[in-house]
Nanobody, 115 residues
Framework: VQLQASGGGLVHPGGSLRLSCAVS????????MGWFRQAPGKEREWVAR???????QYTDSVKGRFTISRDNAKNTLYLRMDSLKPEDTAVYYC??????????WGKGTQVTVSS
């Protein structure tokens, strides 16, 4: 199983980005998937998750600004980020959890929010 995150970059405060996480080696429709982030000097934190039934959850700091979704046909997970703030600056990682609770992580993609 391999996960490849992309879509990061430099954006001004208030701007938007869409991150993608392309998955190979397994299908995502029946898996728990999520996005995490790690800012410099801080521990990795959970950002959003989507469960097999489609229910989504978000950490409080991104509610109403970020949207997690997936395209089963493309086997890809997304994170739409709107109204970005400097405190959203971090390396963003996607994670897939299989039924046996084994986790797979993608390499991160850098998001920098700065004027």
């Amino acid at each position: 199983v391999q996960l490849q995150a992309s879509g990061g970059g430099l954006v001004h405060p208030g701007g938007s980005l869409r991150l993608s996480c392309a998955v190979s080696g397994t299908t995502i429709g029946t898996k728990y998937m999520g996005w995490f982030r790690q800012a410099p000097g801080k521990e990795r934190e959970w950002v959003a998750r989507i469960v097999p039934g489609g229910t989504t959850q978000y950490t409080d700091s991104v509610k109403g600004r970020f949207t997690i979704s997936r395209d089963n046909a493309k086997n890809t997970l997304y994170l739409r980020m709107d109204s970005l703030k400097p405190e959203d600056t971090a390396v963003y990682y996607c994670k897939l959890t299989r039924a046996n609770s084994v986790d797979y992580w993608g390499k991160g993609t850098q998001v920098t929010v700065s004027s």
